[in-house]
T-cell receptor, first 114, second 112 residues
Framework: GNSVTQMEGPVTLSEEAFLTINCTYT??????LFWYVQYPGEGLQLLLK?????DKGSNKGFEATYRKETTSFHLEKGSVQVSDSAVYFC?????????????FGRGTSLIVHP | ETGVTQSPTHLIKTRGQQVTLRCSSQ?????VSWYQQALGQGPQFIFQ???????GRGNFPPRFSGLQFPNYSSELNVNALELDDSALYLC???????????FGDGTRLSIL
C-alpha cells in the first residue's frame, strides 16, 4: 500500500534559520504530493502541492520539489519566522479507477524561537 | 468566507453504541472527506463524498458509513463502536473532488 514517512520532530530552530523537513513516499502509480500545515488551535490547511515529477510547489516562502527518482518531497524555507511554528504534514493522493485515496504522514512539529 | 465546521466537538460513547458526526463544508466547496486521527499520528482517510456519491474509500470496515446532502454538508456514522474507534475525527472540504483544502477542528470521540 501507499505510505508517507516524515522526519521525527520536534524540529527546533531560531528565527531566520533555514528549514528542511524531510518527506519520502511509497506509492503505486503517479501520486500528487502535498504539504499541509496546522497552526496552533486551527485545522489543517493546504500549504503547497506538486502534481508531477520535477514540479516545484511554493507558498508563503515554503517550497518543495517532486523528486520521482528519490521518491521525496522535502519542505524547505530559507528563513523561518516565529509565526511558522506549527505541525507540518506531508501527504500523497493517488487516483485509481476513479477512486481517490489520500495518505498522510505522521506530521512534524516545528518550533521557532525568537 | 465560512470555514469547515464540525459538531459536536467532543463525544463520549460506550462500546457497541452508534454515533453520528456532522460536517458543514466551506462555502463553495462540493466535496467532503473524512479522516480518523489517532494521537501522534497523521490523518487516516475514511472516505470522500463528491456530489452526494462516495468517491473513494480507505481501509475502514463497513460499519463506518457516510452521507452527503444536497447542500454539501456531510455525516459520518459509526456503528457497533469499539475501543479502538477512540480518536479525533476530521472533516475536510474542497472543490470538484480535488485534494482537501481546509479541515475542520474535528470531533474528539472517546469510547468507554
Amino acid at each position: 500500500g501507499n505510505s508517507v514517512t516524515q522526519m521525527e520532530g520536534p524540529v527546533t530552530l531560531s528565527e531566520e534559520a533555514f528549514l528542511t523537513i524531510n518527506c519520502t513516499y511509497t506509492a503505486t502509480g503517479y501520486p500528487s504530493l502535498f504539504w499541509y500545515v496546522q497552526y496552533p488551535g486551527e485545522g489543517l490547511q493546504l500549504l503547497l502541492k506538486a502534481t508531477k515529477a520535477d514540479d516545484k510547489g511554493s507558498n508563503k516562502g515554503f517550497e518543495a520539489t517532486y523528486r520521482k527518482e528519490t521518491t521525496s518531497f522535502h519542505l524547505e524555507k530559507g528563513s523561518v519566522q516565529v509565526s511558522d511554528s506549527a505541525v507540518y504534514f506531508c501527504a500523497l493522493i493517488t487516483i485509481s479507477g476513479g477512486s481517490y485515496i489520500p495518505t498522510f504522514g505522521r506530521g512534524t512539529s516545528l518550533i521557532v524561537h525568537p | 468566507e465560512t470555514g469547515v465546521t464540525q459538531s459536536p466537538t467532543h463525544l463520549i460513547k460506550t462500546r457497541g453504541q452508534q454515533v453520528t458526526l456532522r460536517c458543514s463544508s466551506q462555502s463553495g466547496h462540493n466535496t467532503v472527506s473524512w479522516y480518523q486521527q489517532a494521537l501522534g499520528q497523521g490523518p487516516q482517510f475514511i472516505f470522500q463524498y463528491y456530489r452526494e456519491e462516495e468517491n473513494g474509500r480507505g481501509n475502514f470496515p463497513p460499519r463506518f458509513s457516510g452521507l452527503q446532502f444536497p447542500n454539501y454538508s456531510s455525516e459520518l456514522n459509526v456503528n457497533a463502536l469499539e475501543l479502538d474507534d477512540s480518536a479525533l475525527y476530521l472533516c475536510a472540504s474542497s472543490f470538484s473532488g480535488k485534494e482537501p483544502q481546509h479541515f475542520g477542528d474535528g470531533t474528539r470521540l472517546s469510547i468507554l
